[in-house]
């Protein structure tokens, strides 16, 4: 955390670690904060947090070294093609297009050795229905959805449209199948997968590119490989 104000968005799990946070608060029943709260801090923290080392698996390093600040690198604009630590300045890295849905991957199954991905997938209501519009059935992997911007329409097999907006969140079990449309002109969702999600499909079977923002035209794409590459993830795709 390198600023007096600092904000993390970060997916726990296994879930039962967010106790911990529950563990070192305390209730607070006003609007927002108190803003007069002027006790000290390490004080009333500290001895909590100590506590809960066994209970909530939390290993604190009073002694880590952090490394010492340097310039970015050409590196840090890219992702790796195996599993190692890595930086990713904001802004860079490779970008995908399948039709009129854009994929910024920050993590791929690639990097993280199988275990997650996570990727801006970014898209616009003037723009046709995508292939992410289609029944989806991801038979193996989870979504974890985060609206960061727009709005977010989420069809669920024979029930009601969900409509979700910014700083919403919805969790698509494994199994579940699933549409995606994008009701806002612009429309930005941060997807968080155990595995290979619907940043894959866009990967796989869209065509990297090489500008930052969406296009005013959403792209052509060829529909051919769309079975391979369904079968390849296990993915059950309506078309």
């Keep these: 955390m390198l600023g007096p104000h600092t904000e993390i968005y970060g997916l726990i799990t296994p879930g039962d670690w967010v106790d911990f946070f529950r563990h070192v608060s305390e209730p607070y029943e006003g609007l927002l904060v ?73 993590i791929t199954t690639t990097q993280s050795n199988g275990v997650c991905a996570i990727s801006s997938i970014e898209s616009s209501c003037e723009y046709g229905p995508s292939l992410l519009s289609k029944n989806m059935t991801f038979y193996d992997v989870d979504h974890c959805l985060c609206i960061q911007e727009g709005t977010l329409v989420v069809r669920l097999k024979d029930l009601a449209d969900a409509v979700f907006r910014e700083g919403e969140t919805v969790v698509i079990p494994a199994g579940q199948t699933f549409a995606l449309a994008f009701d806002s002109r612009y429309v930005r969702v941060w997807s968080f997968t155990d595995g290979n999600g619907i940043e894959s499909l866009v990967h796989r079977l869209g065509k990297p590119f090489e500008g930052v923002v969406l296009p005013d035209r959403e792209l052509e794409w060829d529909s051919a490989h769309v079975e391979s590459v369904a079968k390849e993830l296990n993915v059950d795709i309506s078309l």
Aim: avoid cysteine; charged fraction near 30%; hydrophobic fraction near 35%.
């Design 34 to 106: 108190p803003e007069s709260d002027d006790r000290d801090l390490k004080s009333l923290l500290i001895p909590k947090v100590m506590a809960a080392k066994e209970k909530f698996d939390v290993v604190f390093q009073p002694n880590y070294q952090p490394p010492d600040v340097g310039d970015w690198k050409k590196d840090d604009e890219r992702l790796p093609d195996s599993s190692q630590p890595f930086y990713l300045r904001a802004n860079t890295g490779p970008r995908w297009m399948l039709g009129g849905v854009m994929s910024r991957p920050f």
